[in-house]
């Protein structure tokens, strides 16, 4: 009986093979044809599409920008960022892990994605924090994501002087700045890291916030001390992205005694001439507008003395047509590195007979 050939056994069928295999170099063996050896097939194609696979990175980046109120780029600011597991880092414009070099822009690069919040704990120099200090944001792998920027507005600023009784510049003095409740809060220097204006006698600084604040000369140049007219504090309502100026401070030359001559309606007159003496001794001249008077006003009088203590002042002659001022001595006390008022010497209009 014939079988059908799907019933040949696995063995039987690969015997077979190998017989007809085995004739068949032995065919070859007994002729003179040479054989030709088997050229190995190629391997498979890769598919291109595979070889360019992406693997994810599960990072991404994230962008930090700070402007003025103008969105004129500003820094360096730093920053608290809590991220992801509650990471907590610290990032300050243009630090090591910033990695772009632009002032006022912080690129943070293969961060870890997930939610982030981003705080600014340290305003650029002469801003103030912003009001919205704190915004959150989300890292997408392979994405750059841009933090809403954070905008800063100018600390108020305030311009302030020294002028002696001539009215030029005095520089080394310094200036105090307290708050609402009187307590000293900055020491301005002239000329100092806190003076942006690096000219003798010229302050100009920023206030530490908005509020209530006074500037105090109490600090004069040596050799000189406020005028006892002026008032030694200036008030200041200070408002973000305002500037203040402020009376200049007059200082006059210390120890010094200044004083004033008047009519009886308060009204300055002059020249007149005074002698200053301590008990027994007579010392100088002072003549309004001329000798050892220091002030070019008509009727107003500054000296210098050689030390403090006690003097007698007196005025020795009045001005024309008046009568000498009654008493025309008084005593004035100088104190050490101080700027005495001596007060108002008031002299009379002179009865002139009539013809």
């Not at 050892?292 to 020795?316: E, H, I």
């Amino acid at each position: 009986m014939r079988l059908h050939p799907l019933s040949i056994g696995a063995g039987t069928a690969r015997r077979a093979s190998a017989a007809v295999l085995c004739s068949a170099l032995v065919a070859a063996c007994d002729t003179d044809r040479t054989v030709a050896p088997n050229t190995p097939s190629a391997p498979a194609e890769v598919p291109t599409a595979a070889s360019a696979a992406v693997i994810p990175s599960y990072t991404g980046s994230l962008v930090i920008k700070t402007v003025s109120v103008y969105n004129h780029p500003i820094g360096p600011a730093k920053f608290k960022i809590l991220g992801p597991n509650l990471v907590v880092s610290y990032i300050t414009d243009n630090d090591g892990n910033d990695a772009d070099a632009t002032l006022g822009k912080i690129w943070l690069k293969s961060v870890a994605v997930g939610n982030y919040n981003i705080c600014e704990i340290v305003a650029p120099p002469t801003f103030a924090l912003p009001d919205w200090a704190c915004h959150p944001s989300s890292v997408m792998s392979g994405s750059t994501t841009g933090v809403e920027a954070f905008v800063h507005n100018y600390l108020p600023s305030v311009a302030a002087g020294y002028l002696d009784h001539l009215g030029a510049l005095i520089g080394g003095g310094a200036l105090t700045v307290k708050d609402s409740t009187g307590t000293p809060v900055m020491l301005i220097a002239d000329n100092g890291a806190l003076d942006v204006s690096k000219k003798d006698g010229v302050f100009a600084f920023f206030l530490p916030s908005a509020g209530k604040f006074s500037v105090c000369g109490l600090t004069t140049p040596p050799g000189y001390a406020l005028s006892p007219e002026i008032t030694p504090c200036h008030p200041v309502n200070a408002k973000y992205n305002i500037g203040n100026n402020v009376p200049a401070f007059r200082v006059n030359p210390a120890p010094s005694a200044m004083w004033s001559v008047k009519d009886a309606f308060g009204v300055l007159v002059g020249p007149s001439s005074f002698s200053v003496s301590i008990p027994g001794v007579f010392l100088f001249n002072v003549v309004d507008n001329n000798t050892n008077d220091l002030d070019p006003t008509l009727g107003r009088v500054l000296a210098k003395f050689p030390a403090p203590g006690p003097y007698t002042l007196c005025q020795t002659q009045a001005p024309p047509n008046r009568w000498v001022a009654q008493p025309p001595c008084r005593t004035v006390n100088i104190l050490a590195g101080a700027s005495v008022n001596a007060g108002v010497f008031t002299n009379y209009e002179a009865q002139v007979p009539s013809q």
